[in-house]
């Protein structure tokens, strides 16, 4: 009885077999089934690694996709971030209304202080519309 069960005193773990293994020659790992990074081997169908949370270099994509289509793709974008549309249009309206602030300074030069007077407050309405527009988008995002 006591061969029967071998390593009854040792505390068993989750990772461990219950029956040894049979000792197998091991063979070669491909690179694509390991690892860069920590040179662990990928579960079956994973996109990173479970220990380092590296990406995979297999692309398990399927074929027709393109990275850059995808982005400029409206719909896909709006999925991808989980927006809905009116949220994802002011999102895109901020961030114009904070370029428009930045290039205000480089297009407009003050010579006198009331110049600079006016560009300050421009910028300022700009980026007041800027945070506007972005507390519209919060307010329109998807539960």
């Known amino acids: ?5 071998p390593n009854c005193d040792e505390r068993q773990e989750f990772w461990k077999p219950a029956v040894p293994l049979r000792k197998e020659p091991q063979q070669a790992v491909s690179i694509e089934q390991a690892c860069d990074r920590c040179g662990t081997d990928f579960l079956v169908g994973s996109r990173f690694c479970y220990v380092c949370g590296a990406a995979r270099q297999g692309d398990l994509t ?5 990275g850059l289509r995808e982005w400029l793709d409206f719909a896909s974008l709006r999925d991808a971030m989980g927006q809905s549309t009116g949220s994802l249009i002011m999102l ?4 114009a209304c904070v370029i428009a602030a ?9 010579t006198t202080v009331l110049d600079w007077q006016a560009v300050q407050i421009w910028r300022i309405e700009w980026l007041l ?6 507390a519209a988008g919060l307010l329109l995002k998807r539960k």
């Open 1 to 5: 009885m006591a061969q029967t069960l």
């Open 62 to 66: 399927s074929p027709g996709t393109t």
């Open 92 to 95: 895109f309206l901020g961030f």
């Open 102 to 110: 930045l290039v205000t300074g480089f297009i407009y030069t003050a």
């Open 129 to 134: 519309a800027a945070v506007a527009v972005f």
